[in-house]
């Protein structure tokens, strides 16, 4: 049974645990001069012991699927411990993944061999040279040939995202060739509208562009809109019965967004955030320390969901302690 239930009635399935906030690449949105170690928090980020008892508490708070992401949660060594950790020990059902898709074409079969229940992979472009303008790396080509190798593989559930960018990804023809791209594979595709940082104030206003140019492409292109199910995400699906695979859109600034919300965030250094974009949040980290402390853990994330507020306020330009998305796993 979930417990996990704020003043506005909403509840918390779907943990969002951000394992670390290193990153390889250099996303324009993100991180434009690559990952920098933060001086003035010299907190490591969270051991396995201690994610192997948050997991557990959180289960026991009725949470059934974390999403592990970062910075790029593959970086980690211990990273297909924290998954058996998480999956043999916790009671979680579902443990999926957000990642930039690095080595990708290396690590599949252990991605498939772990039980990993799904992955979200990021790729900005389908075009090699706007996703290294994007990203800073060249490396399209092995991002894909992983996704070719986890369906070899029967790896279900597996979602692509990319950032909408005006002037960048955003014409037809990139839309064209994403609708190739799902005729042939039962991936979902989404589109994420670029969201306002406390570090990407200038990016934010050169690229931001409102979903509906490409919610019009969908509607002209006979796509129609799915309902959700019950732990779905923010995304808004569309269905065409010829193609494989779906598109979607999350669209954060559009009224209503945060009336569905049904996820916290953890930091990798264990702080509770209540909101992607929210001032509130404390660290819970010192309750993870031992097994006897599992009660204690549980009863503080209880009392802080009182304090999630209603909605994000991004659209007042609102972005609460997130100087980007690397911290708090997008
Ligand atoms: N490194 C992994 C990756 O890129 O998938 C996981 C962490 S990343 C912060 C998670 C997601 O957030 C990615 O899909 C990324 O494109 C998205 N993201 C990052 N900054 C964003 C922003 N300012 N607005 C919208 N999406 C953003
Ligand atoms: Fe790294 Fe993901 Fe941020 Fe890109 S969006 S810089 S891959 S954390």
């Known amino acids: 049974m979930n417990i996990l239930k704020d003043s506005f009635g909403r509840k918390f399935p779907y943990i969002r645990l951000s394992i670390s906030d290193v990153c390889n690449f ?6 434009p001069d690559g990952y920098k170690i933060n001086k003035s928090d010299n907190r490591s980020f969270l051991k396995i012991e201690e994610i192997g008892r948050l997991a557990k508490a959180l289960s ?18 211990d990273f297909f411990e924290i998954i058996k950790i998480i999956k043999e020990n916790s009671g979680i059902k579902k443990t999926v993944m957000t990642t930039n898709g690095y080595r990708l074409d290396k690590i599949a079969k252990d991605i498939k061999d772990s039980g990993l229940d799904g992955i979200n992979i990021s790729i900005d472009s389908l075009d090699a040279n706007t ?111 010829k193609f494989k695979g779906k598109f979607g859109v999350i669209a954060p600034y559009s009224r209503d967004f945060c009336k569905t919300c049904n996820r916290l965030r953890i930091t990798a250094k264990g702080d ?30 209880l009392k802080q969901l009182n304090f999630k ?6 659209e007042i330009g609102e972005t609460g302690l997130t100087k980007n998305l690397s911290t708090t796993g997008g």
């Open 26 to 31: 250099k996303c324009g949105y993100c991180l």
């Open 60 to 77: 026991e708070l009725g949470v059934s699927k974390i999403r592990l992401t970062g910075g790029e949660p593959t970086v980690r060594k």
């Open 131 to 241: 996703f290294k303008k994007i990203t800073g790396h060249d490396r399209l080509g092995e991002i894909l040939r992983g996704i070719k190798e986890l369906q070899k593989l029967n790896f279900k559930n597996i979602k692509i995202n990319a950032v909408l960018l005006k002037g960048v990804n955003d014409t037809e023809k990139d839309f064209n060739k994403w609708a190739e791209f799902l005729k042939h594979n039962e991936i979902d595709f989404r589109y994420i509208e670029l969201m306002q940082t406390g570090d990407n104030i200038d990016y934010f206003n050169n690229f931001h562009v409102s979903a509906k140019k490409f919610n019009d492409y969908l509607n002209n292109n006979n796509w129609i809109i799915q309902t959700f199910g019950k732990d779905a995400g923010p995304s808004k699906n569309y269905l065409n019965p």
């Open 272 to 301: 509770l955030r209540l909101c992607l974009f929210g001032n509130t949040g404390i660290n819970i980290r010192h309750l993870m320390q031992t097994d006897n402390q599992i009660e204690e853990l549980k009863d503080l994330i």
């Open 309 to 314: 507020k209603e909605s994000h306020y991004l």
